[in-house]
């Protein structure tokens, strides 16, 4: 009899365990990398419409390259910028059609996961009245057969009866194993398919952006020229002026040795380091092959004076990337420009002129909390702006470099900016200071 009491509680533990399994199954969700939507994820007529628009843009995009290689006169250049809003346009277009696809295909997992969590809950129901009925015939209906009727044969047939029940248990179990699998696969595929629809969400705006910036560059463009090509010439000269003024990263020999030498100059104190929230890289890939304005000019080789502008607007309550930056007015026919004046009242509050650094006001700035433009000058030609946002104990000022990285020494960018061939000395000779 004891050993018969193990085996039935031995029994009823399996089942509960298996029950328990069941219940809190659902909650062991894995779930994979997040995959972008393509035309290929796309059925039917608004797969064709997809791929079509995705021919397109292609063939826009190959436009512009052939236009920017012929920027030189007005002519190409609006050339340029209807290829772009064409781009723009086909790329929205196929990118709304994949939103609508995947929303349509979200609304149809939530159906099927609502279908299949009430099944679950039913057999559930199901699988508690089996146990349950198990229970009572295996434990109670044998004890009492044994205790009241000496004929062996109910005995037999209850045991067969119980079996039977052992058995549908085990049917439920399964059935309800094979619904969580599938429902697991349909959780996954509708985070999937739901982050994906986040991300369409962003580039839709992003592309609206871009579709309304270029239009306003396009406007812009003709209102300056007023559709003239020796105005447009005109401004071509000026960009070209200040390039003289910006190094070209791209254009040094030792580019790479001198990025690696980073690593090998001292740090500051972290007690001394700024927030990355403001800081920028010139080369982002987000930004780093744009051009600059209505310039050929990239921001990975001339776009640290965009940059820098870009970080200390940000660090004063503006946020706005290089990337942002650089199709601003301002600098649709600069690569350089200090605005006297932007958004959330931060102005101008120094002279622009390359006329020295007063070092006594750069203190008192960052005292303040205002971070100060400068410009590191080499003597064999070019130039590159950091910003100084920190003095350490030693005297020596820290910078976010929007080449070489945020908080190095001062010290250690005018090195870095004098090995780049053709090396040279360098020097400071302007400052740039915005307040609010």
């Known amino acids: ?129 089996l146990i349950q009925s198990y229970y009572e015939n295996y434990q109670e209906g044998i004890l009492k057969i044994v205790l009241i009727n000496k004929d062996f044969s109910d005995i037999l047939n209850k045991a067969d009866y119980v079996e039977q029940s052992s058995s549908r248990v085990s049917e439920v179990l399964r059935a309800i194993q094979e619904v969580k ?111 600059i304005g209505n310039s050929n000019s990239l921001m990975k080789d001339y776009g640290c004076a965009v940059s820098a502008v870009s970080m200390v607007f940000t660090h004063q309550g503006t946020f706005i990337t290089p990337g942002q930056m650089a199709k601003e007015k301002i600098f649709y026919y600069d690569l350089i420009k200090w605005p006297a004046s932007w958004p959330i009242d931060i102005k101008l509050s120094s002279s622009t002129a390359h006329s020295g650094v007063d070092w006594k006001r750069v203190d008192q700035e960052i005292a303040d909390g205002n971070p100060v433009i400068v410009y590191i000058k080499k003597t064999t030609g070019g130039g590159h702006y950091v910003v100084i946002h920190n003095k350490d104990k030693n005297g020596k000022y820290v910078v976010h470099d929007p080449y070489f990285g945020p908080n190095l020494f001062l010290d250690t960018s005018k090195s870095l900016v004098g090995k780049l061939s053709p090396s040279g000395g360098t020097v400071l000779d302007q400052m740039i200071i915005y307040k609010n």
């Open 181 to 291: 699998k599938d429902l697991e696969k349909e959780h996954e595929s509708f985070k999937e398919k739901k982050e994906a629809s986040e991300k369409l969400k962003e580039d839709l705006q992003k592309k609206s952006n871009e579709l309304l910036s270029t239009e306003i560059q396009k406007q812009a463009l003709l209102t300056q020229t007023r559709g003239e090509e020796a105005k447009y010439q005109q401004l071509l000269a000026r960009v070209e002026q200040q390039k003289l003024e910006l190094f070209n990263f791209s254009s040094a020999e030792n580019l790479g040795e001198v990025s690696a030498s980073v690593k090998n100059y001292p740090k500051p104190d972290s007690k001394y380091w700024a927030s990355l929230g403001w800081f920028y890289y010139q080369t982002d890939s987000r930004w780093g092959d744009k051009k």
């Open 1 to 129: 009899m004891n050993s018969f009491k193990i085996k039935t509680k031995a029994n009823l533990g399996y089942f509960r365990f298996l029950l328990i399994a069941a219940i809190f199954g659902l909650a062991l969700f894995s779930f994979d990398r997040i995959k972008a939507i393509d035309c290929d994820q796309l059925t039917g007529e608004d797969k064709d419409k997809c791929e079509a628009l995705e021919k397109k843009a292609k063939a826009y995009l190959d436009l512009i390259e052939i236009k920017a290689k012929q920027q030189n006169t007005l002519k190409n250049q609006m050339a340029l910028i209807d290829a772009e809003q064409a781009k723009n346009q086909s790329e929205l277009r196929k990118t709304q059609t994949q939103a609508l696809e995947l929303s349509e295909q979200i609304g149809n997992l939530e159906k099927e996961i609502e279908y299949k969590e009430n099944l679950i809950k039913y057999q559930q129901l199901i699988l508690t009245g």
